[in-house]
């Protein structure tokens, strides 16, 4: 009887060979976000908070998240078929609304500000944070408030319940590619919610969250 168990193990096992990681495909984990809080003096930032956010909240203010990935380290000579953008929802003031991703055309970097508590209201600017007028807080200015992006969109999607989603569509292969030869410089991307209504606040899992699952991840698909 034994004998006969081992045997079956082994078979089951067999049966059910460990998956390998696709050699052709590369998670990447964001390497710097922030929030930018509407604030018409920029006095508001969050750089190393636990999470971002998009939308409009309950006073009828703006919240626009900015998220980077490092590419330094991935090829320019091999066609990218894929990419895909995940990041986890944690809360919500309302039901489902498009949020897209728009290329940024100005440099920026993460400081040392993190909202505490729900995060949603900010925290004093710290030098070097971006903000809603500021690049980089006290004296590198975006050309425009809210940020420089542009307008067409890399990506949509609808975004409701707390759940991880994800974001794919040829615009982000172009914006990736451009990046990795180096026809564009990587700003990222600006996340921006439904601004078109109240209460439309959404907060999602930023880079310094202390799960790592729930933290902004990018899979580049390249071909074989």
Known sequence: MFLAFAALSACSSAATPTPTPDPNVVRLVASQDATLYEDPDGALASSAGATGFVGITNR???????????????????????????????????????????????????????ASGMGGKGIDSANGDPTWIHAAYPDAWWHAVGGDFVAEPSAVTSVDNFVRYSWSDPGMVSDIAAWISGDSVNNGWLVIGDEA?????????????????????LMIEFAP
């Open 60 to 114: 009828a203010l703006a919240r626009r998240m900015l998220v980077k990935f490092d590419l330094s380290s991935l090829p320019a000579d091999r066609e990218i078929v894929s990419a895909t953008l995940q990041m986890r929802m944690s809360k919500s003031a309302s039901g489902a609304f498009d949020v897209s991703l728009h290329r940024v055309t100005t440099d920026w970097a993460e400081s040392t500000s993190a």
């Open 197 to 217: 209504h109240h209460k439309t606040a959404k907060r999602f899992d930023a880079r310094e969250h202390e799960n790592p699952d729930r933290r902004p991840a």
